[in-house]
Nanobody, 115 residues
Framework: QVQLVESGGGLVQPGGSLRLSCVAS????????MSWYRQAPGKEREMVAY????????NYADSVKGRFTISRDNAKNTVYLQMNSLKPEDTAVYYC????????WGQGTQVTVSS
């Protein structure tokens, strides 16, 4: 069955960095675009970053452009989200998503940006 397992979240000070990882299994990873979403308390889930199946095309929410970088290692079935210059408003649960006709989600990883 499809599984997406996120890791790498935690508590970081404003201006700090984190790298999230999402390990995928149960499907042919190279056939699917992947995305990172986040959901802050009391807010709707929003798309943060997208990467195409081969990794050649990416897209970002305006709020994270220039600070976050999505990448993937198809040999390791893993998608990453490098987050730099973190702000308190980046605090949220971050989810990995497999795109396609049927979307699959990971369980999420908490990112808290606070001094």
């Amino acid at each position: 069955q499809v599984q997406l397992v996120e890791s790498g979240g935690g508590l970081v000070q404003p201006g700090g960095s984190l790298r999230l990882s999402c390990v995928a299994s149960g499907f042919t990873f190279t056939n699917y675009a992947m995305s990172w979403y986040r959901q802050a308390p009391g807010k709707e889930r929003e798309m943060v970053a997208y990467i195409s199946a081969a990794g050649g095309r990416t897209n970002y929410a305006d709020s994270v452009k220039g600070r976050f970088t999505i990448s993937r290692d198809n040999a390791k079935n893993t998608v990453y989200l490098q987050m730099n210059s973190l702000k308190p408003e980046d605090t949220a649960v971050y989810y990995c998503r497999r795109n396609g006709n049927i979307a699959y989600w990971g369980q999420g990883t908490q990112v808290t940006v606070s001094s």
